[in-house]
Structures are given as C-alpha cells and as structure tokens.
C-alpha cells in the first residue's frame, strides 16, 4: 500500500514538471484595471472574450486555443470568427454564458455595459477587466492573459515583440515636428478621443499630437466649432469610411486655411480602434502618413511650432 502510494506522488511529480506543469500550480491572482482583485484557482480552460479586441489579444497570448466564445465583432484571428457569439456592446446573453460555463471572462472596461460586467461577477464567473490608456498596455494585457491561461511563455514572447517593434517607432519619429491631428473615431454626430486613449499615445508615437488634447473624456462626441478652433494639421478618420467620403465630408465642414483643404487619413477601425495587437499594424501605417503629410504640415509658419 505504502509503495503504491509513493509511486503515485512520484506519478504526479513527473506530471507537473513535465506534462502538464500548468494544472499543479497554485492559484493565479491578480488586480485588474477596474481595480478588482481576479482569483482563478488553476489556468482557465473555458474562456469567453466579451469584445473582440480581446478575442485577438487572447489568440497573440497563446490561449486562442481556450476560447469558447466570443461576441459579434470577433471576426480575427480566423479562429475567433468561428466562435459562437454571446451578444456584442449593446448587451450579453447572460443565459448562453452561463450555459457554456466559463472559468473565465475576458472584459473591456469601457466596450461593455458596467451593469452586464457587474451582473457576470455577482454569478461568480471569474471576470478580469482590461482597459488600454496607451499602447503598451496592449503588451501587459497580453502578459495577464497568458498568466490566467498558463501560457506565460507565449504570451511574453508576443509582448516582447509588440514592445520591441514601438520602441523602434517612437525612436524613429523622436525628433520629427510635431504634426496636430485630429480624431475622428464617428461622424454622425462627430466623435473624437481624449488625452488618456491609446489613439492618442499611437500620435506620439509616430512625433504627432492630439489637437484635441485637452477633451476631458476618453472618447465621446465633440462639437464641431471646437474642431474649427483647433485647426489641425491632419482628420485622422476611423470611422471606416473611404478616404474620398472622409475627405469629401471634412471639406464640407471645414474652411480650407490658404486655399488647401485640410487633408484627411482614413485607417481602418479595426487596426486603431481596437486596443489589441494588430494596433501595431495601424500605427505602422499612421507613421508612414504622417510623415508623407509632414513637410506641408511645418512649414504652415504656425508658430505653435
């Protein structure tokens, strides 16, 4: 009895160090953005991400492989297209997540309904809110997932890349003049960003700034005479709108400062909106704009400069 009782630790000690190490751990707690403390008591294995930034965020960390749902929205990676939906920012259907029985859901702060997040806690499902205020975050996002999935390996190797590949964008753009742009995220009515959102910090990022900078909110809608005030250098549109119909739209809107109206970038949402790792992507391309439009943009004998 007492031999087959050793043989069995030693079974079990030779699981954890080299089959499955993640299953002997011990509990895996954290804080969270909304300040909340998250305890799971092994690496979760049934994981629903309730905004599709965070079903990509999921994928890069190496824990793709334990989703089991996600929301309308979620069409990258090809893996998470294919995953049932739970509902989207308008609401969740609490019944189907309950029904799937996750050990884990992945949240945005400020993508979901407070009251839907407050109710999926109150059921005991384990929910770790996630909120980017600049891009790096994105990097750190990924290092908590893989820490609640088990797979810190992976999920390290992509934030080392992510942060790797911005610190190259931000040195390269260090010195350039600082281009005013401004942030158009919707258009009926205008919609634009604050200081405190990762679109901002994706600016700097390529030597450019916000023009409004001091918008008070994270995002929300703005008044048009104060974009008139700004006088940007730059529309940066995400609405998903094609360039012409952007720039059509702003030329309607604005006055054309020396005759040339102010010229508008279009990059797709889903490469700037979403605080996830194809924001990379996006701001690859918002660089290499800028720095077409650059030139024009100082030498405007704007003293602000």
């Known amino acids: 009895m007492r031999a087959g009782w050793a043989i069995l630790q030693l079974f079990a000690l030779f699981t954890c160090i080299f089959l499955v190490p993640a299953f002997c751990r011990a509990e895996i707690s954290l804080i ?44 990258y990676p090809a893996g998470a297209a294919r995953l049932p939906s739970v ?20 949240a945005w702060g400020s993508g979901n309904k407070p009251a ?13 809110v996630m909120e980017a205020r600049n891009v790096n975050d994105i990097a750190r996002h990924m290092r908590i997932i893989g820490r609640l999935a088990g797979t810190d390996d992976d999920a390290e190797r992509a934030a080392l890349q992510l942060e790797k590949a911005l610190a190259q964008l931000r040195q390269r753009h260090a010195d ?9 995220i919707w258009h009926q009515p205008v919609f634009t960003v604050g200081a405190a959102h ?10 450019a700034r916000n023009a409004l900078r001091d918008y008070p909110l994270l995002a929300g ?34 006055p054309a400062p020396g005759g040339r109206p102010v010229p508008v970038v279009s990059i797709s949402p ?8 194809r924001m990379l992507d996006g701001i690859d391309i918002l660089c290499a704009r800028l720095d077409a439009l650059r030139d024009r943009a100082c030498h405007s004998g704007d003293a602000a400069r």
């Not at 990762?198 to 030597?207: E, K, V």
Request: glycine share 8%; proline share 5%.
């Open 32 to 75: 969270d953005d909304a300040h909340h403390r998250v305890t799971i008591d092994r690496p979760a294995r049934r994981i629903i991400a309730v905004a599709p930034n965070l079903a990509e965020l999921a994928y890069a960390a190496g824990a793709g492989q334990w989703l089991i749902a996600s929301v309308r929205g979620a069409d």
């Open 116 to 128: 839907d997040l407050d109710r999926l806690a109150r059921t005991g499902v384990a929910v770790v």
């Open 176 to 184: 350039a003049c600082g281009v005013s742009v401004f942030v158009e």
């Open 270 to 277: 889903e490469l700037l909106v979403r605080s996830g790792p």
């Open 87 to 106: 509902g989207d920012a308008a609401g969740l259907d609490f019944e189907q997540i309950l029904r799937m029985k996750p050990d884990l859901v992945l």
């Open 221 to 254: 809608p703005v008044p048009l005479e104060d974009v008139l005030t700004a006088r940007a250098d730059v529309i940066l549109s995400v609405t998903g709108s094609s360039e012409e119909d952007a720039q059509a739209r702003w030329d309607g809107l604005l």
């Open 198 to 207: 990762p679109l901002s910090d994706a600016l700097r990022i390529c030597g």
